[in-house]
């Protein structure tokens, strides 16, 4: 059989595949529009953990979990292991060095072997580490366990330089971070940690702006992250400027990372600032304790324009506008920080900014401390995206755990579902109605029998657009805040049909 007859036989079968595709899945003869674009679960997650701690007295836990997701793929797992710079078969310990202003770590313990290994969706899985040794760690899910993929890193060290509960979620590799209310000044240590989770090496920029401006910082310029590992760069070495509010932007000219800052106070605590939302008009920071001794809002815009922003709160009985703090006028390229003090006034509340005229893109955080004197302890809320489809919280506890709702635009109702515990117990749901311009710390479900910790899921099912923020508590005063935006579990995917015109070109 000759070439020509072969392609002919190839072509009629491919036409004959195509025609068949086309006549199940094409528009209908009338001319209806498309079917919109389906809601389909991920099947594959990849989560960054930063570095916990440096000191000796950290004890730290990890707690993974997947919510069930209808319609996922079957099988797969979900594995949390050190960072390629953890590679070898050194066992000798772990001593923190420092090296032009980053942090290096020896000792690879955990080389090789997962932290944890989840067995299932709807159970959380944990995994415990102590001392300063334990290196970043890069997480990769598949099947099953992709959709919706949560992972808690929660530390708790006993004394020193950033003592108390320091918490963060597990993220996803990126191009472009901010991090407004970070700081250089006297008494803070702050971080910058950069995990690159890719096979190949990535080129990074930090650059800092402060109250006046852009801060020279030529050491930030083209650092380079190898393929699979981390690295921890201490903000002061950048540059000799001491300033007490930063907005700090790290910008990836080549490949991904994931980005966190470690703030660090000498007398007041620390925790992790996470990454803000992408600059917009309107912002939401939810969840501010109402407990709250100090709350500071640091804010940066970005673009040509500065931007006049209404300051509100949205309280458990509406919005009200802070006493001296009804606006803010941010300048371009500058930082612009507010002391909004005791503005929660023993109820718990969400910051809300919106445009006073034109909408300019902006960028925020708040610093907010609990407790007085050398009770004090620190934690950051950045401005978050909403809720979307559903937001997953892992490493929740019997007592210690808040978690606040706030609905700023219309009133939103929202199914909340309790997970089975780590050890044990039966899963829980209920179901809240959060009014418009309110913030509420709703009376949650619990695990029946729960043993261990638990997950929360919060899904919203009608009304306007839902913010959350989860607050862990130990002691005292000893607190960390993360937001809840989208879990990412769900991804658009368009419905296509095949154009049989494309046969005749």
């Known amino acids: 059989m000759n070439r020509t007859t072969l392609s002919l036989f190839a072509g009629t079968a491919a036409l004959a595949a195509v025609t068949a595709f086309a006549a199940v899945d094409s528009p209908s003869a009338s001319g209806a529009a498309p079917e919109a674009a389906a809601r389909l679960p991920v099947?594959?997650?990849?989560?960054?953990?930063?570095?916990?701690?440096?000191?000796?007295?950290?004890?730290?836990?990890?707690?993974?979990?997947?919510?069930?997701?209808?319609?996922?793929?079957?099988?797969?797992?979900?594995?949390?292991?050190?960072?390629?710079?953890?590679?070898?078969?050194?066992?000798?310990?772990?001593?923190?060095?420092?090296?032009?202003?980053?942090?290096?770590?020896?000792?690879?313990?955990?080389?090789?072997?997962?932290?944890?290994?989840?067995?299932?969706?709807?159970?959380?899985?944990?995994?415990?580490?102590?001392?300063?040794?334990?290196?970043?760690?890069?997480?990769?899910?598949?099947?099953?366990?992709?959709?919706?993929?949560?992972?808690?890193?929660?530390t708790e060290v006993a004394a020193g330089t950033g003592r108390g509960l320091l918490g963060v979620t597990c993220a996803g590799a990126d191009t472009d971070f901010w991090f407004p209310g970070a700081s250089t000044a006297a008494g803070r240590t702050d971080y910058v940690h950069l995990t690159n989770p890719d096979d190949s090496a990535a080129v990074v920029d930090i650059e800092l702006y402060g109250k006046d401006g852009a801060i020279k910082a030529p050491l930030g310029e083209n650092l380079t992250v190898e393929a699979g590992a981390s690295e921890a760069i201490l903000l002061p070495t950048l540059t000799e400027e001491r300033q007490t509010d930063l907005t700090v932007h790290v910008s990836v000219r080549g490949g991904r990372v994931g980005a966190a800052v470690r703030a660090l106070?000498?007398?007041?605590?620390?925790?992790?600032?996470?990454?803000?939302?992408?600059?917009?008009?309107?912002l939401v920071l939810p969840g501010i304790p109402k407990d709250a001794t100090d709350v500071r809002l640091t804010a940066f815009a970005p673009g040509d324009d500065d931007a006049d922003l209404k300051i509100r709160l949205a309280s458990p009985d509406g919005l009200i506008t802070p006493a001296g703090?009804?606006?803010?006028?941010?300048?371009?390229?500058?930082?612009?920080?507010?002391?909004?003090?005791?503005?929660?006034?023993?109820?718990p509340g969400s910051l809300?900014?919106?445009?006073?005229?034109?909408?300019?893109?902006?960028?925020?955080?708040?610093?907010?401390?609990?407790?007085?004197?050398?009770?004090?302890?620190?934690?950051?809320?950045?401005?978050?995206?909403?809720?979307?489809?559903?937001?997953?919280?892992?490493?929740?506890?019997?007592?210690?755990?808040?978690?606040?709702?706030s609905a700023p635009e219309g009133t939103a109702t929202v199914k909340v579902t309790a997970s089975a515990g780590s050890e044990g117990g039966t899963p829980a749901t209920k179901t809240y109605t959060i009014k418009s311009g309110t913030t509420q710390n709703v009376d949650f479900p619990v695990p029946t029998g729960l043993k261990g910790t638990y997950a929360?899921?919060?899904?919203?099912?009608?009304g306007g657009p839902l913010y959350a923020s989860r607050t862990l508590t130990t002691g005292d005063t000893a607190f960390t805040v993360q937001t809840l935006p989208t879990d990412h579990g769900l991804v658009s995917v368009p419905r296509t049909w095949e154009d049989l015109s494309i046969l005749q070109k």
């Open 43 to 154: 099947e594959r997650t990849s989560l960054v953990c930063p570095a916990p701690s440096t000191s000796d007295l950290a004890e730290t836990t990890y707690t993974s979990f997947t919510p069930v997701t209808k319609g996922a793929a079957s099988g797969g797992r979900a594995r949390l292991q050190a960072a390629g710079e953890q590679s070898g078969d050194d066992d000798s310990g772990g001593d923190d060095k420092q090296k032009d202003g980053k942090e290096e770590k020896d000792g690879g313990k955990q080389a090789g072997q997962p932290v944890l290994t989840p067995k299932a969706p709807g159970t959380p899985a944990t995994g415990d580490t102590s001392g300063g040794d334990t290196p970043a760690l890069i997480g990769t899910a598949d099947g099953s366990f992709a959709p919706g993929w949560t992972v808690q890193e929660t």
């Open 265 to 282: 106070d000498d007398k007041a605590g620390g925790d992790w600032l996470a990454p803000a939302a992408d600059p917009a008009g309107s």
């Open 325 to 347: 703090n009804e606006t803010l006028h941010v300048k371009s390229g500058m930082s612009t920080t507010v002391d909004l003090g005791d503005v929660t006034r023993g109820e």
């Open 352 to 405: 809300v900014l919106t445009p006073a005229d034109q909408a300019v893109p902006v960028v925020a955080a708040l610093q907010v401390v609990r407790g007085k004197g050398d009770k004090r302890e620190t934690a950051f809320i950045p401005a978050t995206a909403a809720v979307g489809t559903r937001a997953t919280s892992a490493g929740n506890t019997a007592k210690g755990t808040t978690l606040a709702l």
């Open 456 to 462: 929360l899921t919060v899904e919203p099912v009608s």
